[in-house]
C-alpha cells in the first residue's frame, strides 16, 4: 500500500511496495507538485505499469539512457550547464561504451569514478558523479533497475587547479586580446573570434553571447542590455536569474567590432567557440582556460585596478555579493594585504 509525505509546499513523496522477481521493492519518488501526482505515479507502480514497461530498458545502454534523461528532465538549463552534461555522456560513451543499464552496479561505478580521476581534478570527477548519480536515482525509483548503484560511492581524482589557474593574468589577457583583434582584422564580425572578444570586455556568459542581438547594442549611451541567453538546442530564453538581466557599459573599442552587425551578434556554438580558444591559446603559449574562465578574468582585471566589488558584482550578473566574494577570494586576500599596509602607514604618519 502507498503512502504519501508533504515534504514542502509543492513538494510530495510517495513510498510504494511491489515484488520484482520474488523479491519485495519499495520504490520511493518526491519531487510530485501534488498529492495526485504522487498518488498516479504509485499506482502505476503497483499496478505493474512501471514493471512492463521495463523490459524496453532490458537492452538499454546506459549512455542512451543518461541522454534521454538529460533531454526529458535538463532541457531548460543555460547552456553552459547543459554542456557540462554533455561532457559526462561523452565520457561514459568512452569509458562505458557498452555497458547496459540494468547490468550497470555499484562496482561499475566505483571503476569508473578510480579510472575516470586517475587523470582528471576532483572538482571534474564530482560533476559526473553528480550527473550520472542522478539519472541512476531517478531509473532506481521507476522502477527500471533494482538497485540502487550510487550508494557509498567514493570520489577520487586529482587535485584541481588553484584559483590563480582558473583566470588569466592582465598580462596573457592582453596577449589573447590583441591576437583576437589580429583575426578580426582578417575576418570581421567572424561570430567564434567577436564572442571571445565580448567575453574579454564584458564578462558576459557564453548563452548570453549566443543570444546578443543587434538591438541589444546602444551605440550612442555605449551599453550592452543583457536580457537573455541561447540553450543547447538554439533556442532563446531567459536569463540564468533576474539578477542576470543587466546594462554593461562597453568600451570604444568592443563598440568597434560591433557597428555594422544586424541580427544575431555571434551565431555561434557553446563547443565552436571553446575550440577557436584552445587554438588560440595554444598559439599564443599562454595558461589553458575554458571560455567561462574569459569571464573571470574580466572580473579579476576589474578588481586588480581598484573596481568596486559592487559594482563588479552587478555588471557580472551575480545573484549576491557573496558570489562574487567567493568566486575571487584568492585575489581579495591578496589586496586585503595591500590595504592592511595602506592603513598601517595611514595611521602611523597621521598619529
Keep these: 500500500m502507498a503512502s504519501f509525505v508533504k515534504l514542502s509546499p509543492n513538494n510530495w513523496r510517495a513510498f510504494t511496495s511491489i515484488t520484482v522477481n520474488g523479491k519485495k521493492k519499495r520504490p520511493s519518488k518526491q519531487g510530485f507538485k501534488t498529492k495526485k501526482e504522487a498518488q498516479l505515479w504509485a499506482s502505476s507502480i503497483e499496478s505493474g505499469v512501471a514493471e512492463s514497461s521495463k523490459s524496453k530498458y532490458e537492452d538499454m545502454l546506459l549512455s542512451d539512457y543518461f541522454e534521454n534523461w538529460v533531454d526529458t528532465y535538463k532541457n531548460d538549463l543555460e547552456s553552459a550547464t547543459i554542456y557540462q552534461y554533455q561532457n559526462t555522456l561523452d565520457n561514459i560513451k568512452k569509458y562505458l561504451p557498452h555497458t547496459i543499464l540494468t547490468d550497470f552496479t555499484r562496482s561499475d561505478f566505483q571503476n569508473f569514478i578510480n579510472d575516470f580521476g586517475s587523470d582528471h581534478s576532483k572538482e571534474t570527477v564530482a560533476k559526473r558523479k553528480n550527473h550520472i548519480s542522478q539519472s541512476l536515482k531517478d531509473a532506481y525509483a521507476d522502477g527500471i533497475i533494482d538497485k540502487d548503484p550510487t550508494i557509498r560511492i567514493k570520489l577520487v581524482g586529482l587535485n584541481g587547479k588553484s584559483a590563480d589557474d582558473k583566470f588569466l593574468e592582465t598580462d596573457e589577457l592582453i596577449k589573447l586580446n590583441n591576437y583576437v583583434l589580429t ?25 548570453e553571447i549566443m543570444a546578443l542581438d543587434s538591438s541589444d547594442i546602444h551605440f550612442k549611451n555605449k551599453v550592452i542590455s543583457v536580457n537573455k541567453a541561447l540553450d543547447q538546442y538554439g533556442h532563446v530564453k531567459s536569463t540564468k536569474t533576474e539578477y542576470s538581466n543587466r546594462v554593461i557599459t562597453v568600451d570604444d573599442d568592443l ?27 595554444k598559439e599564443l603559449g599562454i595558461k589553458e582556460v575554458t571560455f567561462h574562465a574569459l569571464r573571470h578574468s574580466h572580473g ?20 549576491n555579493i557573496s558570489t562574487t566574494i567567493d568566486t575571487y577570494t584568492h585575489l581579495l586576500d591578496a589586496q586585503k594585504v595591500t590595504e ?11 598619529f
Design 340 to 350: 592592511d599596509e595602506r592603513t598601517y602607514n595611514i595611521m602611523s604618519s597621521i
Design 255 to 281: 563598440l568597434a567590432q560591433l557597428k555594422g552587425i544586424d541580427g544575431r551578434v555571434a551565431n555561434i556554438s557553446n563547443y565552436g567557440a571553446g575550440k577557436t580558444l584552445k587554438k588560440a591559446i
Design 183 to 207: 583575426k578580426l582584422a582578417e575576418y570581421p564580425h567572424a561570430s567564434s573570434y567577436l564572442a571571445i572578444y565580448i567575453s574579454i570586455h564584458t564578462g558576459m556568459r557564453i548563452g
Design 300 to 319: 579579476s582585471l576589474l578588481l586588480s585596478q581598484g573596481v568596486d566589488i559592487k559594482y563588479v558584482s552587478k555588471r557580472l550578473g551575480h545573484k
